[in-house]
């Protein structure tokens, strides 16, 4: 294993590659479950190039879908779970519910938020594109003003700064 550490609109970004090279992790700055750093493997700011330019076209607004391999590590349900919310348009959104229904699992909507909460590969695997059956915010690992950005920038109605930064000056008073 090998990690880099990029900068993005919604923070660094930690990118893991496993040793073919393959990209089995992309977490956000401050993530529910981001592993201890011995489980990073070393850094080599060389490693995923194409995952990179996919995020810096990405985020330019010139990228709505990523092609590069992933290699998520996880059940099979959650495998299954992440392979479906690749499925989901940019901008768009499905409910926990929706999706556990695609999946032939009606009643599997807390299963499949489970699975989401896990997904290692955020952004690219877009786990951001799920949201409470009412249609609220709810649930992301990386934070629900990092989702909220995401949407809005696949939206193209980003509000200004980051969320980070809206985040800071709004406990700063600001």
Same mark, same amino acid.
């Given at each position: 294993?090998?990690h880099?550490v990029?900068?993005?609109?919604?923070?660094?970004?930690?990118?893991v590659?496993?040793?073919?090279?393959?990209?089995? *992790?992309?977490?956000?700055?401050?993530?529910k479950?981001?592993p201890? *750093?011995?489980?990073?493997?070393?850094r080599?700011?060389?490693?995923?190039p194409? *995952?990179?330019?996919?995020?810096?076209?990405y985020?330019?607004?010139?990228?709505?879908?990523?092609?590069v391999?992933v290699?998520?590590?996880?059940?099979?349900?959650?495998? *299954?779970v992440?392979a479906?919310?690749?499925?989901i348009? $940019?901008?768009g959104?499905?409910?926990?519910?929706?999706?556990a229904?695609?999946?032939?699992?009606?009643?599997?909507?807390?299963?499949v938020?489970?699975?989401?909460?896990?997904?290692?590969?955020s952004?690219?695997v877009?786990c951001?594109?799920?949201?409470? $059956?009412?249609?609220a915010?709810?649930?992301?690992?990386?934070?629900?003003?990092?989702?909220?950005w995401?949407l809005?920038?696949?939206?193209g109605?980003?509000?200004?700064?980051?969320?980070? $930064?809206?985040?800071r $000056?709004r406990?700063?008073?600001?």
């Amino acid at each position: 294993m090998k990690h880099r550490v990029i900068d993005s609109p919604v923070g660094p970004l930690t990118l893991v590659v496993d040793d073919a090279g393959v990209l089995c *992790a992309l977490y956000t700055d401050g993530q529910k479950y981001f592993p201890d *750093a011995a489980r990073l493997g070393e850094r080599d700011d060389t490693v995923a190039p194409d *995952a990179v330019a996919q995020l810096g076209e990405y985020f330019a607004g010139k990228r709505s879908e990523f092609d590069v391999e992933v290699a998520p590590r996880g059940t099979d349900f959650q495998k *299954a779970v992440w392979a479906a919310l690749q499925q989901i348009p $940019a901008g768009g959104t499905l409910t926990y519910g929706d999706l556990a229904r695609e999946l032939g699992r009606p009643g599997a909507s807390r299963a499949v938020g489970a699975a989401t909460g896990r997904n290692p590969i955020s952004i690219i695997v877009p786990c951001h594109r799920l949201v409470g $059956a009412s249609g609220a915010m709810t649930g992301y690992a990386g934070g629900v003003d990092r989702k909220r950005w995401l949407l809005d920038h696949e939206r193209g109605t980003v509000r200004r700064g980051s969320p980070d $930064a809206r985040a800071r $000056a709004r406990s700063s008073g600001g």
